[in-house]
């Protein structure tokens, strides 16, 4: 990881607020704002793995088979698709 040495101008009495909370949680002010500072980062996105990983692992546990998995979610896909056409069409909009 790389560093980046900034100077901000912040009002006086901003840094005091800063400093009493960064004391509250017995952390000195400059390691107390670059924990601000990297929990106010947006989130990485998750990896197609990561999201799978929870029912990838549950699939594993159970033993099933690729074949039986397929056929598990081909049936699914069936259902969906009957149980769709078996709804009143939409009225097309203008």
């Known amino acids: 990881m ?11 009495e ?7 909370n960064a004391a509250a949680r017995r952390l000195p002010l400059a ?3 670059r924990v601000v500072a990297e929990n106010d ?3 990485q996105p998750l990896t ?3 999201i ?3 029912f990838s692992a549950e699939v594993e546990a159970s033993g099933i088979t690729d074949e039986e998995l397929d056929d598990l ?3 699914a896909r069936r ?3 009957q149980a769709k056409q078996q709804l009143p069409a939409e009225p097309a909009h203008a």
């Open 2 to 12: 790389s560093l980046l040495l900034t100077q901000i101008e912040i009002p006086v």
């Open 79 to 81: 259902e969906v698709y």
């Open 41 to 43: 980062r947006p989130p």
């Open 52 to 54: 799978l990983a929870p």
């Open 14 to 20: 901003t840094v005091e607020l800063l400093g009493r």
């Open 31 to 33: 390691e107390y704002l």
């Open 73 to 75: 979610i081909q049936t």
């Open 48 to 50: 197609f793995d990561e």
